[in-house]
């Protein structure tokens, strides 16, 4: 099986930045499309950014020119660098294993304990 975790979480102040990771173990060679998903208080869990094993990408439109989903496979490692932060970023985050990077629901896994992201006035 193949473990996910989270991490580069933190308080930032609006317009600033963060680059989140997304470690991989275990069965590492089965990894294909990776997914960072956020839930906020009070909303649904939403896909943020998504790549592909050649690295294809897909982003949520609220985010659209602000984040940057990459990967370094010899890592073993997904990044989302995050810019331009605002208040309604804040969330916790976390990655999942894909069927697809197009494909938002259907997951391998289970959800971890994510990172938290709070963006301050």
């Known amino acids: 099986q193949v473990q996910l975790v989270e991490s580069g979480g933190g308080l930032v102040q609006a317009g600033g930045s963060l680059r989140l990771s997304c470690a991989a173990s275990g069965s590492t060679s089965s990894i294909n499309a990776v997914g960072w998903y956020r839930q906020a208080p009070g909303k649904q869990r939403e896909l943020v950014a998504a790549i592909s094993r050649d690295g294809k990408t897909n982003y949520v439109e609220s985010v659209k020119g602000r984040f940057t989903i990459s990967r370094d496979n010899a890592k073993n490692t997904v990044y989302l660098q995050m810019n331009s932060l605002n208040p309604e970023d804040t969330a916790v985050y976390y990655c999942?294993?894909?069927?697809?990077?197009?494909?938002?629901?259907?997951?391998?896994?289970?959800w971890g304990q994510g990172t938290q992201v709070t963006v301050s006035s």
């Open positions: 999942r294993q894909m069927v697809s990077y197009t494909t938002p629901t259907l997951l391998f896994g289970s």
